[in-house]
């Protein structure tokens, strides 16, 4: 029985890691994160283009995104595209440069934000655990064509179990620190 054999699964399992930082990194955390703009396009010449390509974008406080865009013609669409998105935050157009002023999240707000990073997290687990168990069928199907023994099934069941069990700790720590940043003051 080849490492090999686990390396597909375990590619999957990886992706399911960075859709998780994705998904987390687009999560407003009091702090002015790009990140949050990742997803926002516009129409610009009939192509919908992600605002991070349209201009620079830079955080110059803590609490402030500053978009400014090459071509100064579409400031209003990407004014547009931003009240039109769920980032909730009301965009300062001053005919250059376009604001985003991030208010100081309520506690309310901030204990809202860690369940729904609880529950990417725990989104992320069942997709490892789902992962898990195709890993364990395509075992199960290979012993019972006989092109593994009963003994290289169960290393195959163990190994995947402690391959599983690393990621679920790595999905555990992300989560950790994503809600440490969010109730962070």
């Known amino acids: 029985m080849v490492k090999d054999d686990y390396k597909p699964f375990e590619e999957k399992m990886k992706k399911t890691i ?7 990194a687009g999560l407003r955390a009091g702090r002015a994160n790009p990140a949050i703009l990742d997803k926002v ?6 192509t919908p283009t992600p605002i991070n390509q349209l201009g620079n974008i830079s955080v110059p406080e803590a609490r402030v995104i500053l978009i400014q865009p090459w071509d100064a013609k579409i400031l209003k669409e990407i ?7 769920d980032i909730g935050i009301n965009p300062n157009n001053d005919g250059k440069v376009i604001r985003l002023v991030f208010p100081p999240l309520t506690e309310e707000r901030r204990k809202e934000l860690t369940k729904v990073a609880k529950k990417h997290g725990e989104d992320a687990k069942v997709a490892i655990r789902s992962i898990r168990r195709d890993a364990i069928e395509h075992f199960k199907a ?3 064509k006989s092109e ?15 391959i599983t069990d690393k990621y679920i700790s790595e999905i555990d720590k992300i989560v950790e620190i994503k809600e440490k940043e969010i109730l962070e003051v």
Do not use: H, R
């Open 18 to 24: 960075s859709v998780l930082k994705e998904e987390l």
């Open 41 to 46: 396009t516009i129409d610009y010449y009939g």
């Open 79 to 85: 004014e547009k595209a931003i009240q039109k998105s």
């Open 142 to 144: 290979l012993k019972k």
């Open 148 to 162: 593994i023994s009963e003994d290289d099934l169960k290393v195959a069941e163990k190994d995947m179990q402690n």
